[in-house]
């Protein structure tokens, strides 16, 4: 008797073979088979003049930008990670950096330093200043202003989205040996940390300034742990530490 039954509301829910004029509705629903409509606040207009799809992109970069701001904003005290995102937030745009040389207290007027963001790296960021690469410890900065005031933050666009198609295949299927041969590729994949990026400038000439305010000229033989080697005229070999560098020329 339940099959029956079933069977018979069924019937009585199909569609008709045509919409009979002043149906209640045009989706060929008989009333008695759809539950009570729910009473909903009606509003006099759109919230925004734009399409959808450009509010949507329009709140991205909202977004953003509040993310960048915040970060710029709290930069005294912000962790690696949100240092990075703020400089990758600010690729290929000129920023001035002021950065702490000093270990006394009371400490030193803070320096300054400018240029146009190049990398953002695990625990470092080069800016490029004319010919000039240089290198802060994040450890180091104090904050973070970008030149022309506020810019709106670059896009995070995928970096590896055109490529040469050799390339491509190479990451594919030799990937440990492609990505380590390469400073760009290990910084998109791993974040490059100081120690491996100087590995790429050994024996490339290098001015440092130290956290004592003292200058180091000379070229970069060695890169070792947490220490560097030096060679000069004047010394022959000098090791120095990474946590004592304030600053890195190239």
Do not use: W
Not at 12 to 37: H, L, N, Q, S
Not at 51 to 66: C, F, G, S, V, Y
Not at 194 to 217: A, C, G, P, S, Y
Not at 224 to 232: P, R, V
């Amino acid at each position: 008797m339940d099959q029956v039954s079933n069977k018979h509301h069924d019937d009585d829910c199909r569609c008709p073979e045509f919409v009979p004029a002043g149906a209640p509705d045009d989706f060929c629903i008989p009333e008695e088979c759809c539950p009570p409509k729910l009473e909903t606040p009606k509003f006099p207009s759109p919230a925004t003049c734009l399409p959808e799809d450009e509010q949507r992109k329009l709140e991205a970069r909202i977004d953003e930008a509040n993310e960048l701001l915040l970060d710029l904003g709290l930069s005294g005290d912000l962790v690696f990670e949100s240092r990075r995102r703020a400089f990758e937030g600010l690729i290929g745009q000129y920023v001035n950096v002021q950065i702490d040389c000093s270990e006394e207290e009371p400490k030193e007027k803070d320096k300054i330093t400018a240029g146009r963001v190049e990398l953002a790296g695990q625990n470092f960021v080069m800016l490029k200043a004319k010919e000039r690469e240089i290198v802060i410890p994040f450890e180091r900065i104090c904050q973070i202003k970008p030149r022309d005031g506020f810019i709106e933050p670059s896009p995070h666009e995928p970096r590896l989205i055109d490529i040469d198609p050799c390339l491509r295949r190479a990451i594919a299927f030799d990937f440990g040996n492609t990505v380590s041969c390469s400073p760009e590729l290990i910084n998109i994949f791993f974040r490059l940390s100081l120690q491996v990026f100087l590995l790429t400038k050994v024996d490339k000439k290098i001015r440092i300034l130290m956290m004592d305010n003292k200058q180091v000229n000379g070229k970069l033989v060695e890169v070792s742990g947490d220490t560097i080697q030096i060679s000069s005229k004047k010394r022959k070999i000098r090791e120095l530490p990474l946590n004592k560098i304030c600053l890195l020329l190239f």
